[in-house]
């Protein structure tokens, strides 16, 4: 059955500089799905902020800050190519063929401008601001039918249907440790490992940060190998944590601590065995 989709067009696009590979998920993280869709429409979108926030606040005689005052203030324009609701309705605001504005600044598997890489998918959610809400099976459906039919139309790999979180673990944490990416590999739209005996050992081997060992360097190969933009140096550090905590969400949504535990050394050498067999 051809999916339903209510188009919207958003003016927020440019050109495509390189061919699909990739459909990135997000959650709006927006109090509602309406909400999302005027922002994601916005030629000219503002956020309130506090005056004393922004760069160019002034400063009081005596040097203090000014006193706060909300205030509206720009915010950058963004788009995504489709937005699905809770009720499962699906809004295309950009054509495939155009570059929508949703990745942002982020690295995977190779790929550096995922924006024009990628099918950006809004998927109607409050997120962590307001308090990381379960995805409605209505909506959950929809998505999965739209990402197969993207799938198949452009020939895409299933490893490469990713989170927004796992191109940009510094900034992002969507679409968030309650979806369903085992559903999805499930239905031959994601990858998911296999169960081991490691499963639930949660003794954490690496959990101070600044640690250096060569067992961190070895999970931060793996992870390089799975996609993920982190840097080899053996060290325990901000980005490897943020980048564990990406991983932890999406393969072990249980416990997201960007620790290096157990099930965690084993759960990244057994999803890069599915992207690098020996």
Do not use: C
């Not at 958003?10 to 927006?30: A, C, Q, W």
């Not at 922004?54 to 963004?78: C, E, F, Q, Y």
């Not at 895409?156 to 673990?169: E, K, Y």
């Not at 060992?213 to 325990?236: H, P």
């Amino acid at each position: 059955m051809p999916l339903e989709i209510i188009q919207s067009p958003s003016p927020n696009f440019d050109e495509r500089k390189r061919p699909i590979r990739f459909v990135v998920l997000h959650y709006t993280g927006m109090q509602s799905a309406d909400a999302a869709l005027r922002v994601l429409s916005d030629p000219a979108p503002m956020r309130t902020a506090y005056l004393n926030d922004i760069p160019t606040n002034p400063l009081l005689p005596d040097g203090t800050p000014a006193p706060k005052t909300l205030v509206p203030s720009p915010m950058s324009r963004v788009s995504s190519h489709y937005l699905v609701y809770e009720d499962g309705r699906i809004f295309q605001l950009i054509d495939e063929s155009k570059r929508a504005w949703h990745a942002g600044r982020g690295f995977w598997d190779g790929e550096t401008d995922m924006n024009s890489a990628s099918i950006g998918i809004e998927i109607a959610n409050g997120g962590d601001d307001f308090g990381l809400p379960d995805f409605p099976e209505v909506q959950i459906e929809r998505v999965m039918a739209l990402v197969a039919d993207i799938v198949s139309r452009h020939g895409l790999d299933r490893q490469h249907v990713i989170g927004h979180s796992d191109l940009a673990p510094m900034r992002k944490s969507d679409p968030g440790e309650k979806f369903p990416w085992k559903r999805f590999a499930e239905a031959g739209l994601s990858i998911w490992p296999e169960p081991a005996l490691e499963d639930g050992d949660q003794r954490n081997l690496f959990d101070v940060d600044g640690m250096m060992d060569r067992g961190i360097a070895a999970v931060q190969t793996g992870l390089g190998t799975i996609g993920y933009g982190v840097t080899v140096n053996g060290i325990l550090d901000t980005e490897t944590r943020a980048t564990l905590r990406a991983f932890q969400r999406r393969f072990r949504p249980s416990k997201v601590d960007g620790f290096i535990d157990v099930e965690t050394v084993s759960l990244v050498g057994r999803v890069a065995a599915i992207l690098r067999p020996a």
